[in-house]
């Protein structure tokens, strides 16, 4: 897919916020305090908690390595299209995967602010993955050989 320049300036834009936000979140928000208190409102056992946020803190690493990918777009790599959709994508589920528990601990350490940085970031590859992928399923269009276009 060739990267239009609104395209370029959107995922830019959007990658900016969440590395931000994902560090944020990894760093700030998600302590131990937090793992506990939303581990006791699952109704699970605490003595993991260390284990946990630190395998917790390795994927939040990964998805701030793999938002800052998406910095490079500027460049019009064509090649970082499906990596940065895969990120985009897999972020997205965070929506479905992070248990209400862990929101409803980040809003009783924190207040609603604890929750901002995973919803935009979560919310926001969402938006960006379907913006990805409408924009990848036009420029096929646009570029495939054959019949009239239709605009």
Not at 95 to 108: C, Q, T
Request: charged share 15%; aromatic share 10%; hydrophobic share 55%.
């Amino acid at each position: 897919m060739p990267w239009t320049s609104e395209i370029r300036l959107v995922t830019v834009l959007c990658s900016i916020v969440f590395v931000l936000g994902t560090t944020l979140q990894n760093y700030v928000i998600v302590d131990l305090d937090m793992i506990e208190a939303s581990m006791r409102l699952k109704g699970v056992d605490t003595a993991d908690a260390p284990a946990y946020l630190s395998a917790l803190r390795m994927v939040g690493n990964v998805f701030i390595i793999g938002n800052a990918l998406g910095l490079l777009v500027w460049f019009r790599w064509r090649w970082l299209f499906w990596p940065v959709l895969a990120f985009n994508v897999t972020q997205a589920v965070g929506v479905y995967v992070v248990p209400f528990e862990v929101h409803r601990a980040a809003i009783a350490e924190h207040g609603w602010p604890g929750v901002l940085p995973s919803l935009v970031t979560d919310g926001g590859a969402v938006i960006l993955s379907i913006v990805l992928i409408v924009a990848r399923l036009r420029s096929r269009r646009l570029t495939r050989p054959g019949g009239p276009v239709r605009l």
